[in-house]
């Protein structure tokens, strides 16, 4: 049986690596992935242009086989730099924070380094893109076909959804509620946008002619089964990469994730200013009840307290995204965890029961 990521990517198996930013989805776990057999995607949205020319270049060195580069649309945000002082100030007095000597980031801009991320891109010969965050322009959209590239992006509801089928997208990633990270809506509220997967994906089925792809929630062969029954053509996972060998996520993140219960997960905007699901710590906590300036300022302001939290091995000021399946995740090499996700999922379907 065919799939899109084969017909339209060159890919052997339904199956995508979350663009997991900020260290989890890199090179490492990106060949891996298409090494064995899936579409790997390099989390390049915080990356400068040269940091993901050098990331693509070792992905290359490590497969021959496609992978994708996922990228972050840029938002304009307006903020009084009153605000962005007061918030200064706040972080300077949280916990950690008062251990740390805090600037104010300066701003760049962010279509100016979007462009220069996007030129990266193109320049290395990537063949497979994605993006999330905003809607991708029509102009943008063609100017990447015209490369031949083929451009995958996000939605988390079936507006959504038929918008990016307005401006040309090949695949469409429908991102239901229960996944970790951030989510990936473009238009409203995203508390209006919290959609489970299951409700979610036949929905966007239904609402497009392009192929669906699911995600969210989907940790094992029972998760993929049910994406494929509900009409989708392929499956993206994130948590279930999370602590595998060749992740990149900080030992103190994998750790996290191995311990965590389904119960331990919230949504905040604290780190972001963008609703993200994580695991709930002790800097969310403090947090609970100051208000976050817009994404990506309340991300710029920070970036130096997540930083010193690596740099410490302290989970409690790190982001530790992840979805609602969290107790499904293993800690094994990609290889282990693609083989067996495979077999169970060819043993599950053989054995789906039929009624009369």
């Known amino acids: 049986m065919k799939h899109c990521l084969q017909t339209v990517c060159g890919v052997r198996y339904p199956i995508i690596s979350a663009g997991m930013a900020g260290g989890p989805g890199g090179p490492d776990l990106v060949a891996a992935v298409s090494e064995h057999g899936g579409l790997g995607t390099l989390g390049a949205g915080y990356m400068e242009a040269a940091d993901i020319t050098a990331a693509i270049a070792e992905i290359k060195r490590q497969t021959k086989q496609p992978f994708a580069v996922n990228l972050f649309l840029p938002v304009e945000t307006f903020v ?33 380094f979007f462009e220069q991320q996007l030129q990266a891109v193109m320049e290395s010969d990537v063949k497979i893109i994605s993006f999330t965050f905003h809607l991708p ?6 100017r990447l076909k015209e490369a031949q590239m083929i451009v995958i992006a996000t939605a988390t509801s079936v507006k959504e959804a038929t918008l990016l089928e307005q401006v040309g997208v090949d695949i469409i990633c429908a991102q239901g509620s229960e996944a970790g990270g951030h989510r990936g809506t473009f238009l409203d509220r995203e508390e209006d946008s919290l959609i489970g997967t299951m409700a979610l994906v036949p929905q ?32 993206q996972l994130g948590t279930f990469f999370l602590a595998a060998q060749e992740s990149g996520a900080h030992q103190v993140y994998k750790e996290a994730v191995l311990q965590a219960s389904e119960r331990d997960l919230v949504l ?41 939290a690596k740099s410490v091995h302290e989970g409690n000021y790190m982001s530790l995204w992840a979805g609602q399946g969290i107790t499904l995740v ?27």
């Open 137 to 142: 322009s029509k102009a943008l959209v063609d």
């Open 268 to 308: 905040t905007k604290a780190f972001s200013g963008k609703l993200a699901r994580g695991i709930n710590n002790q800097f969310i906590t403090e947090m609970k009840n100051i208000e976050a300036l817009p994404y990506p300022i309340q991300h710029e302001l920070t970036t130096p307290l997540r930083q010193w």
């Open 330 to 356: 293993q800690s094994k090499s990609v290889r282990e965890l693609m083989h067996e996700l495979f077999t169970a999922y060819n043993k599950l379907t053989t054995h789906l029961q039929r009624f009369e």
């Open 204 to 235: 966007i089925c239904d609402a497009v002619a392009l192929p669906v792809i699911a995600a969210g929630g989907i940790m094992d062969a029972r998760g993929m089964a049910a994406a494929f029954m509900l009409g989708a053509s392929a499956v």
């Open 80 to 112: 009084q730099e009153e605000a962005v002082q007061a918030m200064q100030r706040r972080l300077s007095a949280l916990g950690a924070g008062k251990s740390l000597e805090q600037q104010v980031p300066s701003r760049r801009d962010p279509f100016a």
